[in-house]
T-cell receptor, first 114, second 116 residues
Framework: DGGITQSPKYLFRKEGQNVTLSCEQN?????MYWYRQDPGQGLRLIYY???????QKGDIAEGYSVSREKKESFPLTVTSAQKNPTAFYLC?????????????FGSGTRLTVV | QQPVQSPQAVILREGEDAVINCSSS?????VHWYRQKHGEAPVFLMI?????EQKGHEKISASFNEKKQQSSLYLTASQLSYSGTYFCGTFDLANAGGTSYGKLTFGQGTILTVHP
């Protein structure tokens, strides 16, 4: 079955460390997205990418970085510059970035800074 | 800008109806609706396109008034399985370096609880 795989499900990070969250999809979707979810704030867009080797900053990109070397993969690095990284991170994909198709979400990674 | 959802929370008994509203300050290409169970991924429900259309999904339907930049989600004869957080997402185009990119911005969510 096609879908989006995020790993790990839970991640603990020490302050000052960078950490990379994995997102892989086998849906053959062109566009991929990273959202951050905090209680009561909905989902906020971090980065998005419509094609390989191209990505755009979302609304809260500071302290994060991404790469899109393969269509299937869109890893997110949470850097030490991100002041409050503890959150639930969701990866999503869609058929094409600017047409009207629903997004498919992965099951998320819960990151905790200890 | 983030769309605004109302109400923030709804509590229902099985069989009751509910309406969730989503308003935006920007002109919209389309509105998405998703439902998220606690600790799980959001699940796509439906898309409303420009043209004021109304769509249905089982006993869940929605409308989109592009003039008012509003969408409403209607849940009729609610079931226990309807419990969760409902998000609207407003879709528009962002420009960067002369290229248009589609972007979905979510509201803060409406928590729906259905009791037996």
């Amino acid at each position: 079955d096609g879908g989006i795989t995020q790993s790990p499900k839970y991640l603990f990070r020490k302050e000052g460390q960078n950490v990379t969250l994995s997102c892989e999809q086998n849906l053959n979707h062109d566009a991929m997205y990273w959202y951050r979810q905090d209680p009561g704030q909905g989902l906020r867009l971090i980065y998005y990418s419509q094609i390989v080797n191209d990505f755009q900053k979302g609304d809260i990109a500071e302290g994060y970085s991404v790469s899109r070397e393969k269509k299937e993969s869109f890893p997110l690095t949470v850097t030490s510059a991100q002041k409050n990284p503890t959150a639930f991170y969701l990866c999503a994909s869609s058929i094409v970035g600017y047409t009207n198709y629903g997004y498919t979400f992965g099951s998320g990674t819960r990151l905790t800074v200890v | 800008q983030q769309p605004v959802q109302s109400p923030q929370a709804v509590i229902l008994r099985e069989g009751e109806d509910a309406v969730i509203n989503c308003s935006s300050s920007k002109a919209l290409y389309s509105v998405h609706w998703y439902r998220q169970k606690h600790g799980e991924a959001p699940v796509f429900l439906m898309i409303l396109l420009k043209g004021g259309e109304q769509k249905g999904h089982e006993k869940i339907s929605a409308s989109f008034n592009e003039k008012k930049q509003q969408s409403s989600l209607y849940l009729t004869a609610s079931q226990l399985s309807y419990s969760g957080t409902y998000f609207c997402g407003t879709f528009d185009l962002a420009n960067a370096g002369g290229t248009s990119y589609g972007k979905l911005t979510f509201g803060q969510g409406t928590i729906l609880t259905v009791h037996p």
